[in-house]
């Protein structure tokens, strides 16, 4: 399959595009995409920096009490700086991909959506160039939460870290398709994507231990976390943050992240097809 386009040159006359394969074609529209949206976030460096400096407040103030609360014990093995970390950098992936919904309900208020429709991009290149435009700050988050964090102790392994947010970004393609399709389906209703959003992150944020140990939670919060493919997303992050890299736990990270993302471009393209 190829894709054909024409552009006019300075002589008004049609001229055709060089002709791409499915594969080169799909590439360039994410990247059309992609670029499209992260103009947005760059223009808007109010937001960008804000975008920076919060979850180093988070952390600079949560991990404190994290590391008093224990009394400078380990949490399995890491202190409590390489344990509260990772999942600091899994939350900001969490609610800066469900976010995809929400911007996309302020397009169809105004058109922009409609718009877009109409241009020949593939519908799965939509919806994945618009999580990797929430997904790409999060890797400047990362990399800066990481170089703050070095001075207070944090150990820095950088094949490991890139390994993380590799399996963050596979897992964050999913998540937005998934946001994506609840913010069409809230065409019109904005209170019922905010509440449904709402409504499922923090309980699947919590049942993945992501700010105290499941360990010590009760054994229903912990037969019910093994549910939450959020949890071993969490547990591959902490354990790539320990300098670890071929473990089961990120295995199981990896799987659960292929699979979120699969499940969500499948449900995000079935969604676009019936909204057409």
């Not at 360039?28 to 992260?38: P, W, Y």
């Not at 800066?96 to 105004?110: F, H, I, K």
């Not at 998540?175 to 389906?185: Q, T």
Request: charged share 10%; aromatic share 10%; net charge negative.
């Amino acid at each position: 399959m190829t894709t054909t386009t024409e552009t006019l040159d300075d002589a008004g006359i049609a001229s055709p595009l060089p002709q791409r394969s499915a594969v080169a074609g799909w590439v360039h529209d994410t990247a059309a995409v992609f670029t499209r949206e992260i103009l947005v976030v760059v223009r808007d460096p109010f937001t960008l920096i804000f975008s920076l400096l919060q979850p180093l407040v988070f952390l600079g103030l949560f991990g404190p009490l994290l590391e008093g609360m224990l009394g400078g014990a380990d949490i399995g093995g890491a202190s409590a700086l390489q344990w509260f970390l990772p999942g600091v950098l899994v939350m900001i992936a969490i609610f800066g991909t469900g976010m995809v919904g929400g911007n996309l309900l302020y397009e169809l208020m105004t058109g922009a959506y409609e718009r877009i429709l109409a241009t020949p991009l593939s519908r799965s290149s939509i919806l994945v160039g618009r999580a990797l435009k929430e997904f790409a700050p999060l890797v400047v988050q990362a990399l800066l939460i990481t170089v703050v964090a070095i001075p207070f102790g944090l150990a820095f392994y950088p094949a490991q870290v890139l390994v993380g947010l590799v399996i963050l970004g596979v897992f964050g393609i999913g998540l937005g398709s998934l946001s994506y399709a609840l913010g069409l389906a809230s065409k019109n209703r904005e209170w019922v994507f905010w509440g449904v959003q709402q409504s499922l992150i923090f309980p699947l944020l919590l049942l993945a231990g992501m700010m105290l140990p499941l360990e010590a939670g009760p054994g229903w919060m912990q037969a019910v976390a093994k549910f939450n493919p959020l949890t071993y997303i969490v547990d591959a992050e902490r354990t790539l943050f320990t300098g670890t890299l071929w473990d089961l736990d990120v295995a199981q990270g990896m799987l659960a992240a292929v699979l979120t993302c699969a499940v969500g471009l499948w449900v995000g393209i079935w969604k676009v097809k019936r909204t057409i």
